[in-house]
């Protein structure tokens, strides 16, 4: 099995990472550690986004800007951790969507132009934490299975998430042992 860990943590000591990567060491497969802070990653400027057309255009699947496309519909599972940033997950996370959102890689339109997954995995997993509460509004989670449901065609997502541990009161040390033990018990149902 190839299992994509896509971490957009960008804080070393992140606790969303720190699950992750529990998580993803009790999973049986070949891992493919993408940190994204540290990959690069760019904007679709103009120039780019021409270059991106081009490559789908001529079907030159091995041009580096498809890359990380490629690799996220190749994979057969996909986890990622994300912080919980102003209400959604860090900006580096939402370059890297624009970099697998590619027509004919990730996805496809039929000929009634409704959009169907050209992804391999089977299932998407989303680790994240905030210091604050997520009751309210979490664009994070929802946004990326809206993608898996509506356009890659990974059936299965799953979200295992702690809040509000930065909280007077709250005992991080605790919520960051059940997301371990969430972690677990969704490790062993997925083998």
Request: aromatic letters at 10%.
């Amino acid at each position: 099995m190839k299992i994509l860990f896509v971490n957009a943590c960008p804080r070393p000591q992140s606790r969303s990472r720190k699950v992750a990567e529990h998580f993803v060491s009790l999973l049986d497969g070949e891992v493919t550690y993408l940190d994204l802070p540290s990959e690069g990653l760019q904007t679709l400027t103009y120039d780019r986004l021409c270059t991106r057309d081009e490559a789908l255009k001529n079907e030159d699947w091995d041009h580096p800007i498809l890359k990380y496309s490629r690799q996220f519909a190749e994979a057969d599972r996909i986890v990622i951790a994300a912080s919980y940033w102003d209400l959604s997950f860090p900006a580096i996370l939402k370059i890297y969507v624009e970099a697998i959102n590619c027509v004919g890689v990730s996805f496809a339109y039929d000929q009634n132009d409704q959009a169907y997954g050209l992804c391999k995995a089977k299932d998407l997993i989303y680790i994240t934490t905030a210091g604050g509460d997520m009751s309210k509004v979490d664009l994070g989670y929802g946004y990326i299975k809206t993608l898996c449901d509506e356009f890659y065609g990974i059936k299965e997502t799953y979200c295992i998430k702690g809040e509000r541990l930065d909280l007077v009161g709250e005992d991080p040390d605790r919520i960051v042992a059940e997301m371990m033990k969430d972690a677990e018990a969704l490790a062993a149902k997925l083998k």
